[in-house]
Protein backbone atom coordinates (compact mmCIF):
# COMPACT_ATOMS: atom_id res chain seq x y z
CA UNK A 1 0.00 0.00 0.00
CA UNK A 2 3.19 1.86 1.09
CA UNK A 3 4.25 1.65 -2.63
CA UNK A 4 0.83 2.60 -4.76
CA UNK A 5 -0.09 4.96 -2.34
CA UNK A 6 3.59 7.20 -2.86
CA UNK A 7 3.90 6.35 -6.20
CA UNK A 8 7.08 4.71 -5.21
CA UNK A 9 9.80 3.37 -7.64
CA UNK A 10 10.28 0.28 -5.39
CA UNK A 11 9.88 -0.59 -1.63
CA UNK A 12 12.10 -2.91 0.32
CA UNK A 13 11.13 -5.01 3.41
CA UNK A 14 13.78 -5.80 5.78
CA UNK A 15 12.50 -9.30 6.94
CA UNK A 16 12.83 -13.00 8.09
CA UNK A 17 9.53 -13.77 6.99
CA UNK A 18 8.59 -16.89 9.26
CA UNK A 19 12.08 -17.19 9.67
CA UNK A 20 13.94 -16.56 13.60
CA UNK A 21 15.55 -12.79 13.25
CA UNK A 22 18.89 -13.44 12.57
CA UNK A 23 17.30 -14.69 9.39
CA UNK A 24 16.52 -10.88 8.25
CA UNK A 25 16.97 -9.98 4.73
CA UNK A 26 15.70 -8.12 2.31
CA UNK A 27 12.22 -8.42 0.21
CA UNK A 28 11.38 -6.32 -2.69
CA UNK A 29 7.84 -4.93 -4.54
CA UNK A 30 7.69 -3.70 -7.58
CA UNK A 31 6.94 0.00 -8.49
CA UNK A 32 3.73 0.80 -8.83
CA UNK A 33 3.84 1.52 -12.72
CA UNK A 34 5.82 -1.44 -13.51
CA UNK A 35 4.76 -3.29 -16.58
CA UNK A 36 8.29 -4.92 -17.81
CA UNK A 37 6.84 -8.34 -17.47
CA UNK A 38 3.25 -9.33 -18.68
CA UNK A 39 1.17 -9.83 -15.40
CA UNK A 40 3.14 -8.66 -12.42
CA UNK A 41 0.93 -6.13 -10.81
CA UNK A 42 2.84 -2.64 -9.24
CA UNK A 43 3.26 -2.96 -5.28
CA UNK A 44 3.41 -6.98 -5.92
CA UNK A 45 6.98 -8.95 -4.68
CA UNK A 46 9.58 -9.58 -7.40
CA UNK A 47 8.96 -12.55 -10.02
CA UNK A 48 11.53 -15.32 -9.61
CA UNK A 49 12.47 -14.16 -13.45
CA UNK A 50 13.32 -10.53 -11.57
CA UNK A 51 14.91 -11.96 -8.49
CA UNK A 52 17.08 -13.93 -10.77
CA UNK A 53 18.20 -10.77 -12.53
CA UNK A 54 18.57 -8.04 -9.44
CA UNK A 55 20.59 -11.39 -7.77
CA UNK A 56 22.97 -11.67 -10.51
CA UNK A 57 23.20 -8.14 -11.65
CA UNK A 58 24.40 -7.44 -7.34
CA UNK A 59 26.73 -10.00 -7.72
CA UNK A 60 28.04 -8.48 -10.88
CA UNK A 61 28.22 -5.43 -9.23
CA UNK A 62 30.45 -6.52 -6.35
CA UNK A 63 32.72 -8.20 -8.83
CA UNK A 64 33.47 -4.92 -10.67
CA UNK A 65 34.08 -3.01 -7.08
CA UNK A 66 36.13 -6.38 -6.15
CA UNK A 67 38.54 -5.40 -9.11
CA UNK A 68 38.17 -1.43 -9.31
CA UNK A 69 39.02 0.23 -5.88
CA UNK A 70 36.51 3.00 -5.47
CA UNK A 71 34.41 1.85 -7.74
CA UNK A 72 32.01 0.57 -5.27
CA UNK A 73 31.40 4.74 -4.13
CA UNK A 74 31.85 5.93 -7.73
CA UNK A 75 28.57 3.89 -8.57
CA UNK A 76 26.93 4.83 -4.87
CA UNK A 77 26.83 8.60 -5.68
CA UNK A 78 29.23 10.90 -4.31
CA UNK A 79 29.29 11.48 -0.18
CA UNK A 80 26.87 14.46 -0.94
CA UNK A 81 24.26 12.27 -2.25
CA UNK A 82 25.05 9.45 0.35
CA UNK A 83 24.66 12.41 2.81
CA UNK A 84 21.18 13.54 1.56
CA UNK A 85 19.88 10.49 1.47
CA UNK A 86 20.47 10.02 5.14
CA UNK A 87 19.27 13.43 5.57
CA UNK A 88 15.91 12.72 3.99
CA UNK A 89 15.18 9.34 5.87
CA UNK A 90 15.95 10.89 9.57
CA UNK A 91 13.35 13.92 8.27
CA UNK A 92 9.75 14.80 8.98
CA UNK A 93 9.46 13.81 5.61
CA UNK A 94 9.82 9.95 6.13
CA UNK A 95 7.24 10.35 8.99
CA UNK A 96 4.72 12.09 6.89
CA UNK A 97 5.22 9.64 4.65
CA UNK A 98 4.99 6.72 6.80
CA UNK A 99 1.09 8.87 7.67
CA UNK A 100 0.55 8.97 4.16
CA UNK A 101 0.78 5.25 3.46
CA UNK A 102 -1.04 4.06 6.68
CA UNK A 103 -4.00 6.30 5.64
CA UNK A 104 -4.37 5.45 2.01
CA UNK A 105 -4.31 1.56 3.57
CA UNK A 106 -6.68 2.46 6.05
CA UNK A 107 -9.13 3.91 3.24
CA UNK A 108 -8.63 0.70 1.19
CA UNK A 109 -9.76 -1.32 4.57
CA UNK A 110 -12.81 0.57 5.01
CA UNK A 111 -14.06 -0.16 1.49
CA UNK A 112 -13.12 -3.34 2.10
CA UNK A 113 -14.96 -3.53 5.21
CA UNK A 114 -18.58 -1.92 4.71
CA UNK A 115 -21.21 -1.40 7.46
CA UNK A 116 -19.46 -4.06 9.95
CA UNK A 117 -19.83 -4.27 13.95
CA UNK A 118 -17.38 -1.80 15.54
CA UNK A 119 -17.95 -3.08 19.01
CA UNK A 120 -16.23 -7.02 18.24
CA UNK A 121 -13.52 -7.80 20.36
CA UNK A 122 -10.46 -8.62 18.27
CA UNK A 123 -7.53 -10.24 20.36
CA UNK A 124 -4.06 -9.61 18.13
CA UNK A 125 -1.26 -11.84 19.30
CA UNK A 126 1.46 -9.36 17.35
CA UNK A 127 4.24 -11.39 18.87
CA UNK A 128 6.70 -8.37 18.67
CA UNK A 129 6.56 -8.06 14.77
CA UNK A 130 5.41 -5.78 12.69
CA UNK A 131 1.91 -5.78 13.09
CA UNK A 132 2.73 -4.11 16.63
CA UNK A 133 3.57 -0.60 14.64
CA UNK A 134 0.61 -1.00 12.59
CA UNK A 135 -2.16 -3.00 13.39
CA UNK A 136 -3.75 -1.69 16.93
CA UNK A 137 -3.40 2.47 14.97
CA UNK A 138 -4.95 0.88 11.66
CA UNK A 139 -8.18 -0.97 14.05
CA UNK A 140 -8.49 2.54 16.11
CA UNK A 141 -8.83 4.53 12.91
CA UNK A 142 -11.63 2.23 11.53
CA UNK A 143 -13.80 2.64 14.13
CA UNK A 144 -13.11 -0.53 16.23
CA UNK A 145 -13.06 0.24 20.33
CA UNK A 146 -12.77 -3.21 21.73
CA UNK A 147 -9.03 -4.44 20.96
CA UNK A 148 -6.90 -6.67 23.14
CA UNK A 149 -3.41 -6.57 22.16
CA UNK A 150 -0.83 -9.36 23.38
CA UNK A 151 3.53 -9.07 22.70
CA UNK A 152 2.70 -5.78 21.38
CA UNK A 153 6.58 -5.05 21.73
CA UNK A 154 8.32 -4.25 18.68
CA UNK A 155 11.05 -6.97 18.40
CA UNK A 156 10.35 -9.05 21.12
CA UNK A 157 8.44 -12.43 20.03
CA UNK A 158 7.11 -14.13 22.71
CA UNK A 159 6.60 -17.46 21.18
CA UNK A 160 7.89 -18.80 18.15
CA UNK A 161 7.43 -16.88 14.91
CA UNK A 162 5.67 -19.61 13.07
CA UNK A 163 1.88 -18.92 13.86
CA UNK A 164 1.49 -22.80 14.53
CA UNK A 165 4.94 -22.95 16.07
CA UNK A 166 5.67 -24.45 19.64
CA UNK A 167 8.50 -22.37 21.30
CA UNK A 168 12.48 -20.71 21.02
CA UNK A 169 15.52 -23.05 21.10
CA UNK A 170 15.95 -24.76 24.35
CA UNK A 171 12.78 -23.79 25.46
CA UNK A 172 10.78 -25.02 22.50
CA UNK A 173 8.77 -27.82 25.25
CA UNK A 174 8.06 -24.97 27.67
CA UNK A 175 4.26 -24.39 27.61
CA UNK A 176 4.78 -20.92 28.52
CA UNK A 177 6.19 -20.19 25.00
CA UNK A 178 3.76 -21.93 23.03
CA UNK A 179 2.23 -19.66 20.03
CA UNK A 180 -1.30 -19.78 21.50
CA UNK A 181 -1.16 -20.20 25.22
CA UNK A 182 -1.23 -15.98 25.35
CA UNK A 183 -4.42 -15.84 23.01
CA UNK A 184 -5.76 -19.12 24.92
CA UNK A 185 -5.33 -17.38 28.23
CA UNK A 186 -6.68 -14.31 27.33
CA UNK A 187 -9.66 -15.13 25.67
CA UNK A 188 -10.55 -17.65 28.66
CA UNK A 189 -11.15 -14.57 30.62
CA UNK A 190 -13.13 -12.71 27.54
CA UNK A 191 -15.45 -16.07 26.80
CA UNK A 192 -19.08 -14.74 25.67
CA UNK A 193 -17.13 -11.98 24.86
CA UNK A 194 -14.52 -12.57 21.94
CA UNK A 195 -15.09 -15.02 19.09
CA UNK A 196 -11.94 -14.50 17.77
CA UNK A 197 -8.38 -14.08 18.27
CA UNK A 198 -4.85 -13.77 15.96
CA UNK A 199 -1.39 -14.66 15.98
CA UNK A 200 0.60 -12.89 13.43
CA UNK A 201 3.78 -14.19 11.83
CA UNK A 202 6.51 -11.97 12.29
CA UNK A 203 5.80 -9.60 9.07
CA UNK A 204 2.32 -10.46 10.00
CA UNK A 205 1.51 -11.38 6.19
CA UNK A 206 -0.77 -13.44 7.42
CA UNK A 207 -2.50 -14.55 10.77
CA UNK A 208 -3.45 -18.04 12.13
CA UNK A 209 -7.07 -17.87 14.23
CA UNK A 210 -8.22 -19.26 17.63
CA UNK A 211 -12.25 -19.45 17.96
CA UNK A 212 -14.56 -20.34 20.90
CA UNK A 213 -16.63 -22.89 20.23
CA UNK A 214 -20.78 -22.23 21.41
CA UNK A 215 -19.59 -25.19 23.88
CA UNK A 216 -16.70 -22.57 25.10
CA UNK A 217 -14.00 -25.08 23.69
CA UNK A 218 -10.81 -23.45 22.54
CA UNK A 219 -10.37 -24.57 18.65
CA UNK A 220 -6.90 -23.39 16.71
CA UNK A 221 -7.95 -23.53 13.10
CA UNK A 222 -5.22 -25.03 10.78
CA UNK A 223 -3.62 -23.03 7.71
CA UNK A 224 -5.95 -24.86 5.62
CA UNK A 225 -8.91 -24.16 7.46
CA UNK A 226 -8.14 -20.69 7.24
CA UNK A 227 -7.86 -20.24 2.86
CA UNK A 228 -10.63 -22.60 2.41
CA UNK A 229 -12.86 -20.36 4.97
CA UNK A 230 -11.63 -17.06 3.47
CA UNK A 231 -12.65 -18.72 -0.14
CA UNK A 232 -15.85 -19.32 1.55
CA UNK A 233 -16.74 -15.93 3.24
CA UNK A 234 -15.82 -14.25 -0.52
CA UNK A 235 -17.53 -16.36 -2.98
CA UNK A 236 -20.79 -16.00 -0.25
CA UNK A 237 -20.43 -12.15 -0.90
CA UNK A 238 -19.55 -12.44 -4.24
CA UNK A 239 -22.16 -14.34 -6.05
CA UNK A 240 -23.44 -10.89 -7.74
CA UNK A 241 -20.75 -9.04 -9.83
CA UNK A 242 -20.54 -7.36 -12.88
CA UNK A 243 -20.98 -10.49 -15.30
CA UNK A 244 -21.44 -8.42 -18.37
CA UNK A 245 -17.53 -7.41 -17.88
CA UNK A 246 -16.31 -10.50 -16.21
CA UNK A 247 -18.19 -13.13 -18.76
CA UNK A 248 -16.46 -16.15 -17.80
CA UNK A 249 -17.74 -16.08 -14.22
CA UNK A 250 -15.84 -16.51 -10.54
CA UNK A 251 -12.40 -17.88 -10.42
CA UNK A 252 -10.02 -18.73 -7.19
CA UNK A 253 -6.36 -19.43 -7.67
CA UNK A 254 -4.62 -21.66 -4.89
CA UNK A 255 -1.26 -22.90 -4.45
CA UNK A 256 -0.30 -26.31 -4.84
CA UNK A 257 0.23 -26.79 -1.80
CA UNK A 258 -3.64 -25.78 -1.15
CA UNK A 259 -6.34 -28.45 0.08
CA UNK A 260 -9.04 -29.87 -2.12
CA UNK A 261 -10.97 -28.77 0.11
CA UNK A 262 -10.51 -25.17 -1.08
CA UNK A 263 -11.48 -26.35 -4.60
CA UNK A 264 -14.23 -28.22 -3.43
CA UNK A 265 -15.36 -24.92 -1.85
CA UNK A 266 -15.10 -22.80 -4.92
CA UNK A 267 -17.23 -25.39 -6.82
CA UNK A 268 -19.48 -25.71 -4.51
CA UNK A 269 -20.15 -21.69 -5.20
CA UNK A 270 -19.89 -22.30 -9.22
CA UNK A 271 -16.47 -20.55 -8.94
CA UNK A 272 -13.26 -22.39 -11.31
CA UNK A 273 -9.90 -23.15 -9.52
CA UNK A 274 -6.72 -22.57 -10.44
CA UNK A 275 -3.16 -23.33 -9.22
CA UNK A 276 0.11 -22.65 -9.11
CA UNK A 277 3.33 -22.66 -7.58
CA UNK A 278 4.42 -21.68 -3.93
CA UNK A 279 4.85 -18.22 -3.78
CA UNK A 280 2.53 -15.40 -3.20
CA UNK A 281 3.75 -13.32 -6.50
CA UNK A 282 2.49 -16.42 -8.72
CA UNK A 283 -0.77 -15.78 -7.11
CA UNK A 284 -1.32 -12.40 -7.94
CA UNK A 285 0.24 -12.47 -11.81
CA UNK A 286 -2.10 -15.78 -12.33
CA UNK A 287 -4.98 -13.40 -11.00
CA UNK A 288 -4.48 -10.92 -12.82
CA UNK A 289 -4.02 -12.93 -15.97
CA UNK A 290 -7.17 -14.80 -15.66
CA UNK A 291 -8.95 -10.88 -14.84
CA UNK A 292 -7.57 -10.10 -18.37
CA UNK A 293 -9.55 -13.42 -19.63
CA UNK A 294 -12.79 -12.69 -18.16
CA UNK A 295 -12.36 -13.68 -14.99
CA UNK A 296 -13.54 -12.50 -12.04
CA UNK A 297 -11.62 -13.29 -8.85
CA UNK A 298 -12.42 -11.98 -5.34
CA UNK A 299 -9.12 -13.64 -4.08
CA UNK A 300 -5.71 -15.93 -4.04
CA UNK A 301 -5.25 -18.58 -1.28
CA UNK A 302 -2.05 -20.90 -0.31
CA UNK A 303 -3.47 -23.47 1.67
CA UNK A 304 0.11 -24.23 3.24
CA UNK A 305 0.22 -21.16 5.31
CA UNK A 306 -3.05 -19.70 5.19
CA UNK A 307 -1.58 -16.54 3.22
CA UNK A 308 -4.39 -14.68 1.44
CA UNK A 309 -4.28 -11.96 -0.86
CA UNK A 310 -7.92 -10.16 -1.58
CA UNK A 311 -9.13 -8.25 -4.65
CA UNK A 312 -7.05 -5.23 -4.96
CA UNK A 313 -4.35 -6.08 -3.01
CA UNK A 314 -0.65 -7.18 -3.87
CA UNK A 315 0.57 -9.49 -1.32
CA UNK A 316 -0.76 -11.27 1.52
CA UNK A 317 -2.37 -9.76 4.76
CA UNK A 318 -3.02 -10.78 7.95
CA UNK A 319 -5.02 -7.99 8.92
CA UNK A 320 -7.45 -8.07 6.11
CA UNK A 321 -7.79 -11.66 7.05
CA UNK A 322 -9.16 -10.87 10.29
CA UNK A 323 -11.47 -8.43 8.99
CA UNK A 324 -12.62 -10.91 6.65
CA UNK A 325 -13.94 -12.91 9.18
CA UNK A 326 -15.36 -9.62 11.34
CA UNK A 327 -17.20 -8.51 8.39
CA UNK A 328 -19.42 -12.38 8.44
CA UNK A 329 -19.51 -11.80 12.21
CA UNK A 330 -20.93 -8.38 11.61
CA UNK A 331 -23.63 -10.23 8.70
CA UNK A 332 -26.31 -12.59 9.91
CA UNK A 333 -27.58 -12.75 6.49
CA UNK A 334 -24.93 -13.42 5.02
CA UNK A 335 -23.72 -15.94 7.59
CA UNK A 336 -26.99 -18.30 7.12
CA UNK A 337 -26.15 -17.99 3.71
CA UNK A 338 -23.05 -19.24 4.01
CA UNK A 339 -24.29 -22.16 6.16
CA UNK A 340 -26.90 -22.86 3.89
CA UNK A 341 -24.40 -23.21 0.84
CA UNK A 342 -22.24 -25.93 2.72
CA UNK A 343 -25.82 -27.85 3.31
CA UNK A 344 -26.02 -26.97 6.79
CA UNK A 345 -29.14 -25.69 9.03
CA UNK A 346 -28.56 -22.19 10.65
CA UNK A 347 -28.95 -22.65 14.50
CA UNK A 348 -32.82 -21.56 15.54
CA UNK A 349 -33.51 -18.09 16.92
CA UNK A 350 -29.74 -16.95 16.94
CA UNK A 351 -26.60 -16.55 14.16
CA UNK A 352 -24.19 -18.88 13.38
CA UNK A 353 -21.06 -18.93 14.88
CA UNK A 354 -17.71 -18.49 13.75
CA UNK A 355 -16.96 -22.15 14.91
CA UNK A 356 -20.17 -23.34 13.57
CA UNK A 357 -19.52 -22.14 10.06
CA UNK A 358 -15.78 -23.14 10.18
CA UNK A 359 -17.37 -26.89 10.87
CA UNK A 360 -19.60 -26.17 7.97
CA UNK A 361 -16.58 -26.86 5.71
CA UNK A 362 -15.74 -29.51 3.29
CA UNK A 363 -14.06 -32.32 6.31
CA UNK A 364 -10.51 -32.89 4.51
CA UNK A 365 -7.60 -34.07 6.57
CA UNK A 366 -3.75 -32.74 5.70
CA UNK A 367 -1.00 -33.57 7.02
CA UNK A 368 2.05 -31.75 6.45
CA UNK A 369 6.00 -32.10 7.26
CA UNK A 370 9.20 -31.10 6.67
CA UNK A 371 11.85 -33.42 5.92
CA UNK A 372 15.60 -31.81 7.44
CA UNK A 373 18.98 -32.47 6.02
CA UNK A 374 17.84 -34.27 2.86
CA UNK A 375 20.53 -34.36 0.22
CA UNK A 376 18.19 -35.15 -2.60
CA UNK A 377 18.61 -33.16 -5.60
CA UNK A 378 15.74 -30.66 -6.27
CA UNK A 379 15.10 -31.65 -9.77
CA UNK A 380 16.38 -35.66 -9.70
CA UNK A 381 13.79 -36.12 -6.89
CA UNK A 382 10.93 -36.07 -9.04
CA UNK A 383 11.80 -38.68 -11.86
CA UNK A 384 12.76 -40.67 -8.95
CA UNK A 385 9.70 -40.58 -6.79
CA UNK A 386 7.67 -41.24 -10.30
CA UNK A 387 10.02 -43.68 -10.55
CA UNK A 388 9.33 -45.54 -6.91
CA UNK A 389 5.48 -44.66 -7.44
CA UNK A 390 5.40 -46.69 -10.82
CA UNK A 391 5.98 -49.70 -8.09
CA UNK A 392 3.51 -49.23 -5.82
CA UNK A 393 0.83 -47.78 -8.02
CA UNK A 394 -0.51 -50.55 -10.04
CA UNK A 395 -3.50 -51.03 -12.60
CA UNK A 396 -6.37 -52.82 -11.28
CA UNK A 397 -10.01 -52.99 -12.87
CA UNK A 398 -10.87 -49.38 -14.20
CA UNK A 399 -8.67 -47.93 -12.00
CA UNK A 400 -5.65 -48.11 -9.98
CA UNK A 401 -4.83 -49.62 -6.43
CA UNK A 402 -1.89 -48.78 -3.99
CA UNK A 403 -0.44 -51.84 -2.94
CA UNK A 404 0.45 -52.06 0.82
CA UNK A 405 -2.72 -49.90 1.09
CA UNK A 406 -6.10 -50.69 1.00
CA UNK A 407 -6.74 -47.26 -1.20
CA UNK A 408 -8.25 -47.29 -4.69
CA UNK A 409 -8.60 -44.44 -7.42
CA UNK A 410 -10.05 -44.11 -10.92
CA UNK A 411 -7.34 -42.19 -11.92
CA UNK A 412 -3.84 -40.81 -11.06
CA UNK A 413 -2.52 -37.69 -12.41
CA UNK A 414 1.61 -36.22 -12.09
CA UNK A 415 1.36 -32.61 -11.89
CA UNK A 416 4.43 -29.80 -11.74
CA UNK A 417 3.69 -27.02 -10.56
CA UNK A 418 5.00 -23.37 -12.59
CA UNK A 419 4.44 -20.10 -11.84
CA UNK A 420 1.40 -19.51 -13.24
CA UNK A 421 0.19 -22.74 -14.88
CA UNK A 422 0.64 -26.50 -13.98
CA UNK A 423 0.92 -29.89 -16.24
CA UNK A 424 -0.77 -33.34 -15.70
CA UNK A 425 -0.58 -36.16 -17.31
CA UNK A 426 -1.31 -39.73 -16.25
CA UNK A 427 0.98 -41.62 -14.27
CA UNK A 428 1.48 -44.25 -16.68
CA UNK A 429 1.89 -41.75 -19.47
CA UNK A 430 5.75 -42.16 -20.60
CA UNK A 431 8.92 -42.24 -18.59
CA UNK A 432 9.25 -40.82 -15.04
CA UNK A 433 9.92 -37.13 -15.71
CA UNK A 434 8.01 -36.47 -18.60
CA UNK A 435 6.99 -32.86 -19.26
CA UNK A 436 9.74 -31.97 -16.51
CA UNK A 437 10.92 -29.03 -18.87
CA UNK A 438 11.09 -25.46 -18.65
CA UNK A 439 9.28 -23.61 -15.88
CA UNK A 440 7.92 -26.92 -14.26
CA UNK A 441 11.61 -27.78 -13.09
CA UNK A 442 11.86 -26.40 -9.82
CA UNK A 443 8.35 -26.41 -8.55
CA UNK A 444 6.78 -28.77 -6.75
CA UNK A 445 5.67 -32.40 -7.49
CA UNK A 446 2.13 -33.76 -6.62
CA UNK A 447 -0.17 -36.72 -7.16
CA UNK A 448 -3.60 -35.91 -8.14
CA UNK A 449 -5.67 -39.26 -6.83
CA UNK A 450 -9.31 -38.97 -8.27
CA UNK A 451 -11.70 -41.21 -5.77
CA UNK A 452 -14.62 -43.42 -6.44
CA UNK A 453 -16.90 -40.58 -5.52
CA UNK A 454 -15.10 -37.72 -7.52
CA UNK A 455 -13.11 -36.03 -4.92
CA UNK A 456 -9.52 -35.33 -5.24
CA UNK A 457 -6.63 -36.36 -2.82
CA UNK A 458 -3.00 -34.97 -3.26
CA UNK A 459 0.36 -36.47 -2.32
CA UNK A 460 2.50 -33.31 -2.45
CA UNK A 461 6.45 -32.50 -1.78
CA UNK A 462 8.41 -29.62 -2.82
CA UNK A 463 11.74 -28.80 -2.19
CA UNK A 464 12.47 -25.32 -0.13
CA UNK A 465 13.80 -22.34 -2.15
CA UNK A 466 14.73 -20.63 1.46
CA UNK A 467 15.64 -23.56 3.37
CA UNK A 468 18.78 -26.08 1.93
CA UNK A 469 18.13 -29.54 2.63
CA UNK A 470 14.95 -29.25 3.17
CA UNK A 471 11.41 -30.45 1.53
CA UNK A 472 8.08 -30.09 2.28
CA UNK A 473 5.52 -33.10 2.26
CA UNK A 474 1.60 -33.16 2.41
CA UNK A 475 -0.86 -35.20 2.18
CA UNK A 476 -4.70 -34.34 1.51
CA UNK A 477 -7.62 -36.46 1.39
CA UNK A 478 -11.65 -36.39 2.25
CA UNK A 479 -10.93 -39.33 4.73
CA UNK A 480 -8.98 -39.07 7.65
CA UNK A 481 -7.56 -42.66 7.20
CA UNK A 482 -7.02 -42.23 3.58
CA UNK A 483 -4.78 -38.81 4.44
CA UNK A 484 -2.64 -41.16 6.60
CA UNK A 485 -2.05 -43.98 4.30
CA UNK A 486 -1.10 -41.53 1.65
CA UNK A 487 1.14 -39.97 4.24
CA UNK A 488 2.88 -43.27 5.14
CA UNK A 489 3.10 -43.79 1.23
CA UNK A 490 4.56 -40.43 0.34
CA UNK A 491 7.15 -40.68 2.61
CA UNK A 492 8.04 -44.56 1.31
CA UNK A 493 8.15 -42.69 -2.28
CA UNK A 494 10.59 -40.13 -0.56
CA UNK A 495 12.72 -42.50 1.32
CA UNK A 496 12.92 -44.55 -2.33
CA UNK A 497 13.78 -41.73 -3.98
CA UNK A 498 17.15 -40.55 -1.94
CA UNK A 499 17.76 -44.24 -1.48
CA UNK A 500 18.03 -44.66 -5.29
CA UNK A 501 21.20 -45.33 -7.12
CA UNK A 502 23.25 -45.14 -3.87
CA UNK A 503 21.29 -42.53 -2.16
CA UNK A 504 20.62 -40.53 -5.33
CA UNK A 505 23.69 -39.53 -5.29
CA UNK A 506 25.09 -40.94 -8.00
CA UNK A 507 21.94 -39.82 -10.13
CA UNK A 508 22.52 -36.51 -9.31
CA UNK A 509 26.30 -36.73 -10.43
CA UNK A 510 25.23 -38.57 -13.58
CA UNK A 511 22.76 -35.62 -14.25
CA UNK A 512 24.59 -33.20 -13.86
CA UNK A 513 27.81 -34.54 -15.93
CA UNK A 514 25.03 -35.45 -18.82
CA UNK A 515 23.71 -31.28 -18.54
CA UNK A 516 27.12 -30.14 -18.84
CA UNK A 517 28.36 -32.79 -21.36
CA UNK A 518 25.55 -31.40 -23.42
CA UNK A 519 26.30 -28.14 -22.17
CA UNK A 520 29.90 -27.93 -23.14
CA UNK A 521 28.97 -29.42 -26.41
CA UNK A 522 27.01 -26.06 -27.04
CA UNK A 523 29.96 -24.14 -26.57
CA UNK A 524 31.88 -25.61 -28.96
CA UNK A 525 29.65 -25.69 -31.78
CA UNK A 526 28.69 -22.14 -30.54
CA UNK A 527 32.68 -20.92 -30.52
CA UNK A 528 33.05 -22.85 -34.49
CA UNK A 529 29.99 -20.72 -35.56
CA UNK A 530 31.20 -17.63 -33.97
CA UNK A 531 34.82 -18.06 -34.74
CA UNK A 532 35.77 -18.19 -30.95
CA UNK A 533 38.87 -20.91 -30.89
CA UNK A 534 39.59 -20.84 -27.48
CA UNK A 535 36.12 -21.41 -26.41
CA UNK A 536 35.63 -23.97 -28.65
CA UNK A 537 39.00 -25.90 -27.36
CA UNK A 538 37.90 -25.58 -23.70
CA UNK A 539 34.12 -27.06 -24.67
CA UNK A 540 35.92 -29.69 -26.15
CA UNK A 541 38.27 -30.26 -22.90
CA UNK A 542 35.62 -30.01 -20.28
CA UNK A 543 33.26 -32.13 -22.71
CA UNK A 544 35.60 -35.12 -23.07
CA UNK A 545 36.27 -35.28 -19.08
CA UNK A 546 32.59 -35.28 -18.78
CA UNK A 547 32.04 -38.38 -20.63
CA UNK A 548 34.76 -39.95 -19.36
CA UNK A 549 33.79 -39.33 -15.61
CA UNK A 550 29.97 -40.37 -17.01
CA UNK A 551 31.63 -43.74 -18.51
CA UNK A 552 33.24 -44.30 -14.86
CA UNK A 553 30.14 -44.18 -12.94
CA UNK A 554 27.94 -47.46 -12.77
CA UNK A 555 24.56 -46.41 -12.44
CA UNK A 556 25.20 -44.46 -15.65
CA UNK A 557 23.50 -46.77 -17.92
CA UNK A 558 20.90 -47.15 -15.73
CA UNK A 559 19.51 -42.99 -16.61
CA UNK A 560 17.59 -42.73 -19.72
CA UNK A 561 17.07 -38.61 -20.94
CA UNK A 562 15.30 -38.05 -23.74
CA UNK A 563 15.25 -35.56 -25.66
CA UNK A 564 12.93 -33.43 -24.48
CA UNK A 565 14.24 -33.77 -21.18
CA UNK A 566 18.19 -32.93 -22.44
CA UNK A 567 16.70 -29.56 -23.88
CA UNK A 568 14.80 -28.38 -20.92
CA UNK A 569 18.52 -29.04 -18.92
CA UNK A 570 20.17 -27.28 -21.55
CA UNK A 571 17.45 -24.30 -21.47
CA UNK A 572 18.24 -24.25 -17.53
CA UNK A 573 21.63 -24.38 -17.65
CA UNK A 574 21.78 -21.40 -20.31
CA UNK A 575 19.72 -19.10 -18.44
CA UNK A 576 21.82 -19.59 -15.34
CA UNK A 577 25.15 -18.96 -17.18
CA UNK A 578 23.22 -15.06 -18.18
CA UNK A 579 25.39 -14.77 -20.92
CA UNK A 580 23.71 -11.57 -21.99
CA UNK A 581 25.11 -10.74 -25.24
CA UNK A 582 25.21 -13.73 -26.91
CA UNK A 583 22.05 -16.00 -25.38
CA UNK A 584 19.69 -15.57 -28.18
CA UNK A 585 22.12 -16.73 -30.93
CA UNK A 586 23.08 -20.05 -28.64
CA UNK A 587 19.27 -20.18 -27.95
CA UNK A 588 18.85 -20.11 -31.77
CA UNK A 589 21.46 -22.70 -32.16
CA UNK A 590 19.10 -25.37 -30.00
CA UNK A 591 16.12 -24.58 -31.90
CA UNK A 592 17.70 -25.02 -34.60
CA UNK A 593 18.81 -28.69 -33.28
CA UNK A 594 22.58 -28.35 -33.56
Known amino acids: YAVTTLGAAAGVMITASHNPLEYNGWKYATANSYARER ?21 DFLK ?88 GTLGEPGHKILPEGAGIG ?48 IVELSPQDV ?61 AQLESQGYFVPLSVEGSNGGTVFRGARCRDGLQTLLSVARILSDRELAERLMKALGQES ?27 STADPLAFKVLMERAALGRIVPEGDGYRISGADLWYSDVQVEYSGETEVSRRPLLDGAPGKGLVEEFLTGGWSLRLTRPDGRESTAWVRASKSEAGVFNQ ?7 AEAEALFGLLKDLFRAAEDDGEAGQTLVEYGILTGIGSAVAILIMAGLHFGWPVLAGLGLVVSLAA ?44 QEGM
Not at 39 to 59: D, E
Not at 126 to 142: P, S, T, Y
Not at 354 to 365: C, D, F, M, S
Open 347 to 373: PEGRAPQLAELVRALPPYTTIMDKVFG
Open 227 to 287: AAFNVAIELCRFQSFDRASYPRGLAIVGNCATSAKTKEVAQIFGAAYFTVEVGEVNLVAKA
Open 170 to 217: EDADNPDHNAYIHIVAELARQKGCAQIAIVYDFDADRGNFVLITPEGE
Open 64 to 151: RAQRRPGHLQQMMGDAECADEAARIMASSQSEADFETAIEGYVQELRDFLGDVDRSIIFINDHNGGAAARVVDEVLKRLGFKNVISLN
Open 39 to 59: FVQGGSVLSAAQMKRLIKKTR
Open 474 to 480: MADAFDK
Open 547 to 590: LSAAHESEAAPTIMLREEDVEGTVAELIEQLSWSDNKEAIEQLV
